[in-house]
C-alpha cells in the first residue's frame, strides 16, 4: 500500500503503546518506543504486503 499524499511505501505498525497528552488528547510516544520503531523499519523484518 503506498500514501495517497507522497506515494511512499505506507507501514502500519499495529499494537504499539502511546501516552495520551491529558489536555489535547494529542497522542504520542515515548522515547524507548520511538528508538525501537527507528530500530525495526532499519532492520530487513518481512513485512506483509496488502
Do not use: H, Q, T, W
Not at 504499539?16 to 530487513?44: M, R, T
Request: aromatic letters at 4%; hydrophobic letters at 35%.
Amino acid at each position: 500500500m503506498k500514501c495517497a499524499i507522497c506515494r511512499r511505501k505506507l507501514v502500519v505498525i499495529e499494537d504499539v503503546p502511546a501516552n495520551v497528552c491529558e489536555n489535547c488528547g494529542e497522542k504520542y510516544f515515548s522515547a524507548k518506543v520511538s528508538k525501537e520503531i527507528d530500530k525495526l523499519l532499519e532492520s530487513d523484518v518481512k513485512v506483509k504486503e496488502n
